[in-house]
């Protein structure tokens, strides 16, 4: 198997300009390819991991990656998925936080004479002249067809609308390209499915300008969870491959803590793990299941922070049920009349496990973010288990030291 179709297989691509001639070129590792990362903030966070993962594999099979952070386009700001204008940041700021990208970047592939290279892109657009860069790039792009753009079309029908700054993003990426391609042989782009427009663009203008067939752009998937947010996301903000933003153990937590529904292909995306053997995972259910998200979060973790800390998270996450492990926590028995309907809510399985004194205290604690059912938070007080989510090992947990493994009468 080719890396083209390891790629396809892990589900990391969604669509392609021309998919044999791409198949070819990374599969014989003739790829020089880029990846963008505007450095809207002084750490790379999970949104970026399956990126950087993608061009560590690509790496790996003998491509030529380019990380280009966005030292210029940074400046404007992405209006995909925005509904508003981003807050404006200054170039020590933006120049700071291209510092820190580089060197998050450098665990993930290896930067150096005729590997990986890091470009700025603000190199070539701080300094442009505008009424030069218009005539030359901007007459090379219909009006019409930028307000089909899906980047576009979301703030075309917000209240705020979409502002002439951000209207030169698609100019400005599609402009990288052309550079990228002119100074370096760069001949493939990657990106999220939402920057498609905006990739094509780049495409066209080199096809255009220097009458050129061999560039070729294809995006990846960013993995949505059930609730249909990114990737990355917490109620608390995003995840930081930072350490001091994003603890160990709090990175280690949000994989062990993802729903059920998404842990396989993680795993396939995100992971370096054989595909054979996550294809026998595929069939996990219950306790095994719970055990894929425990080798996820390990092996991403050990990614990002190196194995002492995948290890100390793993321990700590493991500690919480006692050096014994749930053979030694206190058990509370749930019986046939604690079920209504068949089902046990959330508040009520806290008082019949007594770790809350009635219902109202228990739905507080829920609701307050308190309550922890097998490692993962319920805030919602009509969450409600069957007996049979009830078998194995199920453990319910209020606040940081108050555990009852439940047993079924």
């Known amino acids: 198997m080719g890396i083209y179709e390891e790629l396809k ?11 044999e001639a791409i198949r070819e070129l990374v599969n014989s590792g003739k790829a020089v390819f880029y990846i963008g990362f505007d450095p809207t903030a002084d750490s790379l966070h999970v949104g970026h991991f399956m990126a950087l993962c993608l061009m560590k594999r690509l790496q790996m099979a003998g491509n030529r990656p380019i990380a280009l952070v966005g030292g210029g386009t940074g400046m404007i700001g992405d209006p995909t998925g925005k509904t508003t204008l981003r807050k404006m940041m200054t170039t020590e700021m933006i120049d700071h936080n291209c510092e820190c990208f580089k060197k998050q970047m450098s665990r993930f592939i290896e930067f150096g004479e005729g590997k990986a290279m890091m470009v700025n892109n603000a190199d070539w657009l701080r300094d442009l002249n505008y009424i030069e860069f218009i005539r030359d790039i901007g007459s090379m792009f ?11 079309k979301q703030r075309l029908a917000s209240e705020d609308g979409l502002t002439f700054l951000e209207f030169n993003y698609m100019l400005m990426q599609s402009y990288d390209f052309l550079k990228l391609y002119e100074e370096y042989g760069c001949n493939l782009e990657f990106g999220g499915d939402d920057q498609w427009s905006n990739m094509l663009g780049g495409r066209e203008l080199i096809r255009r300008k220097l009458d050129k067939e061999d560039a070729h752009a294809m995006t990846i998937t960013l993995l949505l969870n059930s609730e249909g947010k990114k990737m990355g996301k917490t109620e608390k903000g995003a995840v930081w491959l930072d350490p001091e933003k994003t603890t160990p153990y709090d990175f280690y937590q949000y994989w062990r803590n993802i729903d059920d529904a998404d842990v396989i292909n993680c795993i396939k995306m995100l992971t370096f793990l054989p595909l054979d053997e996550i294809h026998a995972m595929e069939s996990w259910e219950g306790a095994e299941l719970n055990k894929a998200k425990e080798i996820l979060a390990y092996h991403l973790t050990e990614l990002v922070h190196g194995e002492e800390e995948a290890k100390k998270a793993e321990t700590a996450a493991k500690s919480i049920f006692g050096a014994g492990g749930s053979e030694n926590m206190p058990e509370a028995v749930i019986r046939d009349e604690d079920y209504l309907d068949g089902k046990i809510d959330v508040v009520g399985l806290l008082v019949a496990a007594g770790l809350a004194k009635n219902r109202s205290e228990a739905r507080r604690n829920v609701e307050q973010g308190g309550v922890i059912v097998n490692q993962e938070k319920v805030t919602d007080p009509k969450t409600a288990y069957t007996k049979d989510d009830l078998k194995g090992e199920f453990i319910i947990q209020r606040g940081k030291k108050n555990f009852r493994k439940i047993v079924v009468e």
């Open 142 to 152: 219909k009006v019409n067809n930028m307000l089909r753009a899906e980047c576009y």
């Open 9 to 19: 297989e892990r589900g990391l691509i969604a669509q392609t300009t021309d998919e």
